[in-house]
């Protein structure tokens, strides 16, 4: 370790058993997921416990239990809500994200797990924005199915969500994936899988110089960057859950929690993406430079589709947070 900036753990690999035959499929992204949505279904189990999936109706009720959730509510929203993510992330990723067109024009590929020698590669590729889009639509789905109360279970997932979430970045760190921009901020990390560059370039030298790194006699150059995924673990993750944890019993009506979580993630994550380096093949949506580098940023008027879609976020669940409110106020009258 060098103290002005830190090298990616060697002893980290995307299999928990590398070099294991049939072991070596088995990947820390994957058993991160398990993680993910084990700690949501934890919470939200807690969430029923206090009541808080009743209908107002019958909250409290002894004498009747129409309005009451059960465990079987809870198992089954959650596995539905899952089921419905994982489609939405990945077909989002790979119709969205992926710049080859090869999903357009064969879609059955979207969740073959093999790659063309046959060799399983499992569904490599999620968009959260496409996981946001298809867990609502489950939710959505259930709650009709099932008579529920829309909102109610949405604020009581949403709180549920943003800790578990956090496994999830935390999986795209042990992948060495969705690294950050060049940094000489002393918590900056060397990704092995980050592009390299030119060591007789006199920007990388001052860059070199600048961090203590000795990149002599070296052609290329592999520069720290920001832990990004880390970021996301702590701000979207840890601090977005504490805020929401904080305010299940303080909302004022039915659905402030889930268009708060909305609202906060995407707030949250528009200004983390300044410190994230967008995916090469696609670049910014919308510059102000066309030709500026993704690696470093040039100005905040550069936007990645990940900003993009985190500002719709934001400003569909205000406009509806405030049609609710509204709603709200008008019943209690």
């Not at 790659?115 to 009709?144: E, V």
């Not at 070199?208 to 880390?230: F, T, Y």
């Amino acid at each position: 370790m060098n103290f002005l900036y830190v090298n990616y753990p060697s002893w980290i690999h995307p299999q928990i058993f590398p070099g294991i035959k049939f072991l070596g499929l088995l990947r820390w992204y994957g058993l991160m997921y398990v993680f993910a949505f084990g700690t949501a279904y934890w919470i939200l189990n807690r969430l029923f416990k206090e009541g808080a999936l009743d209908s107002p109706s019958q909250a409290g009720a002894a004498s009747s239990t129409a309005g009451k959730a059960t465990e079987d509510d809870v198992f089954s929203f959650i596995a539905t809500g899952i089921v419905f993510l994982l489609i939405g992330a990945r077909i989002f990723s790979t119709l969205i994200y992926d710049t080859t067109g090869l999903y357009w024009k064969k879609p059955w590929l979207i969740f073959w797990p093999f790659d063309a020698a046959g060799n399983f590669t499992g569904l490599a590729g999620m968009s959260y924005h496409g996981g946001f889009i298809g867990g609502l639509i489950g939710m959505i789905f259930w709650c009709r199915v099932h008579k529920k109360p829309f909102w109610k279970w949405c604020d009581a997932m949403c709180v549920a969500i943003p800790l578990g979430y956090t496994f999830g970045r935390l999986g795209n760190f042990l992948n060495g994936e969705l690294y950050g921009r060049i940094t000489t901020a002393p918590w900056g990390m060397v990704f092995p899988a980050a592009e390299k560059f030119s060591a007789s370039k006199s920007w990388v030298i001052e860059f070199a110089e600048k961090i203590g790194m000795d990149i002599a006699g070296k052609n290329l150059v592999n520069l720290p960057r920001h832990p990004s995924q880390l970021y996301e673990a702590l701000v979207e993750g840890v601090i977005l859950w504490s805020i929401l944890w904080f305010m299940r019993k303080h909302k004022k009506f039915d659905g402030q929690l889930g268009l708060s979580y909305a609202c906060g993630y995407g707030f949250f994550r528009f200004f983390i993406e300044y410190f994230r380096e967008p995916d090469a093949d696609i670049g910014y949506r919308i510059a102000k430079d066309a030709s500026a580098p993704l690696y470093t940023n040039t100005s905040l008027l550069n936007f990645s589709t990940g900003q993009i879609l985190c500002f719709l976020m934001v400003a569909g669940s205000l406009v509806t947070m405030i049609v609710l409110g509204i709603t709200s106020r008008k019943k209690g009258a």
